[in-house]
């Protein structure tokens, strides 16, 4: 059996350049995107993705595989890619900015660990975050939701030569700035409560200025910390899902389908 030049290049574009977009989505997508787990396994999941998504999707319409043109088709699509897997990013950094802020306010940035993701010292509240989102983000079917968000961008972005739209840049933009305002809300009880605490110590140290507000102040002010993130962690969920909806919204706005 004989295949003429053009099936095969046909055949090296339809599986080439829909591989390039999955793998740029999993070296950067929570969980699956973090530094501990190996390249080999991502690569190896993009292509058993990659096999079994193709035949379903329409053949692709840029073939012309040896041209400079290629180098920027193969770009856009790492960019399309990349941009997928930033959402989920920004959902756990979430969770991680928060737990920064409560770590800081409360005294507890003093026991930090290194992050496994990024490679980084952080605060252990803000790795505990981190972990609990993951897990959830798990436990919502993440992943699979993400693969299929990219399985679909194929569908109404399809490979054809033509650039991605600009506004969809924008929306990861102004999407971002929904982790400032969710962490801040997230950590907004805890630190009213700290600074209520704070104004207690400095009206106890002029009323007796005696009392040594170091030796005192921090070891209470590291349990009052601990006690504050244990009771209002019940507003996690409630925070981690209304993030949720918001990351699903922004991947079909950007797979082009309706959440």
Known sequence: ????????????SD???????????LMVMAGIGARNVPSRIKLGLALVIAFVAVP???????????SLEMVFVMLQQLLIGVAMGFASQLLLNTFILAGQILAMQTGLGFASVVDPSNGLS??????????LTTLLFFVFN????????????????????????????????????????????LALAPLTAMLVINLSFGVMTRAAPQLNIFSIGFPFTLVAGLTIIWATLGNFMAQFEAQW???????????????
């Not at 952080?122 to 972990?131: D, E, W």
């Open 245 to 259: 909806l918001r990351m699903v919204e922004l991947l079909c706005s950007m797979a082009g389908c309706s959440p």
């Open 122 to 131: 952080v605060p252990a509240v803000g790795q505990f975050y981190l972990i």
């Open 15 to 25: 599986y080439l350049l829909p591989l390039v977009r999955i793998l740029a989505m």
């Open 56 to 66: 379903v999707l329409p053949p692709t319409q840029f073939t012309n595989l040896f």
């Open 1 to 12: 059996m004989e295949y003429p030049f053009a099936v095969i290049v046909q055949w090296l």
């Open 142 to 185: 993440g992943h699979l939701m993400m693969i299929q968000m990219i399985v679909h961008s194929f569908i109404a972005v399809p490979i054809d030569g033509t650039w991605w739209a600009v506004d969809h840049y924008w929306d990861i933009v102004t999407w971002g700035g929904w982790m400032f305002t969710t962490a801040l809300v």
